[in-house]
């Protein structure tokens, strides 16, 4: 260059990654060739990890974390690819691994928080809940891998997110729904209200499937894909062996959503007849297409279409918002029948763990705090028994404390020459009235208790040394044991 100063000095050089792959890297912006020389010897001079971290945007790291990801479920993976490449690649997908930090992603979910979702709503705070687990899901590898100290994500925020727990539609509930249109997120009927739809949907094709999922609490995934060698109808049992399920609008069938879901389900008789009498419906569908020259498909699932073929997972959500509109009743999800299957049963008296084996979870705690509401008649019963264990407990404190009052009251005295009334009865003493300076025991009268120690008579006097007998009595005057009593005839 003709000018002194101008342009600037890069380095050009390549190493090895994290990944054990030779990578290339470019850097320039330096004064002077001796700059670009200490910069290029600090890189080469720092780990593997320091240079992934140091050379990686955000955007390369979560496409490697997406595609070392080889164990999840399908629908899981699908929610964290919409999270990575609709919000967080746009958002933080320029940032350098290595200069993500606390204050940068507060600032980032806030100005996401704005903003407003596919359906030109704002961002529910489940959502936004969502979209931090999913970043820090991919920062926990980066931690684990040494790339980063400390995982930013962890430090983030969500304001308004709370767990989600089921209310009950009581009427005070329903009259504000009517009112304002406002409704829990998850809510369950109660009985009388699950009868009511029940009794509408009767002829709907689909009933069993709302009967075994609003009585037995079967996922939805688990009901598209029960198979009828998975049901003994003799026996009265149903076993869960796969779960058929959507991410987007593929269709994905495989083993249950925990290990705990590999499970057998116990059906009451009622049950058993709407299964039997869906069983001949779906006979009924196939002889009726065999004579009509339609199309059938023997797949073998319990619950098919008009072809045979198993229903759509979403055909049955759709299905099901449009027949409770149809019966009137306060709005339900078709995930709510499994909050109602488990508050009901809880009601019917069913125990935690029996819950936790009936709805598949792994862990008892799911069951205690989200699965299970406590209905109004539970509430009522039990606060009546509160109530009775109170004032049972106050009776008995009234009670004794006027037995107790009853015995301290003095006895009224009989009149002047009056006789002294006596009580009969076991604990009624004789009582020998004495004057001064006489004994107690009198010639020929039995003490009426004795000392425990009965080989030693009861001295009378406390004074040490013998016992002194006063003038006109003799030795047999004394009080003797039991036992040694004078013969008298």
Known sequence: MAERGHGSWYFHCSATNLLGRRERVRRGGYRSQAAARRARD????????????????????????????????????????????NILIPRLGRYRLADLDAPLLRTVFAQIAATTNSKGRPQSASAMQHLRTTLRAALNLAVREGLIGCNPARHIEVSG??????????????????????????????????????????????????????????????MCGLRWTDVDLDQGVLTIERNRTTAGYTIVEGDPKTPAGRRAVALDKRTIQVLRAHRRRQLDQKTEAAENGKAWTESGYVFTRGDGLPINPNYATTRFRKLVQRAGLPPVRLHDLRHGAASLAHQAG??????????GHSSIVITADTYTSVLPDVQRRYADATAHLVLAAAHRTRKKIKNKARKNRPTSRPKAGAPTPIIPGPASKTQVRTTRGEKKSLLGVAPTSHPRDTHRPHRQDTRKGLTAIPAGQTPLDLVRPKGLEPLTF
């Open 42 to 85: 600090e890189w080469l001079a720092g780990t593997a990890a320091d240079r992934t971290a140091a050379g990686w945007t955000v955007e390369r790291w979560l496409r490697h974390w997406l595609d070392n990801r080889t164990k999840i479920r399908p629908t899981t993976r699908f929610h964290y690819t919409r999270d990575v490449d």
């Open 161 to 222: 997110y709370q767990q989600p727990h089921a209310k009950v539609w009581t009427d005070a509930r329903v009259e504000q729904w009517e009112r304002t249109g406002d409704r829990p997120p998850v809510a369950v009927w109660t009985a009388e209200q699950l009868a009511e739809f029940l009794g509408d949907v009767t002829d709907d094709s689909l009933f069993a499937f709302w009967w075994l999922t609003a009585l037995r609490g079967l996922r939805r995934g688990e």
């Open 350 to 359: 069913a125990d935690l763990k029996t819950l936790q084996d009936l709805l």
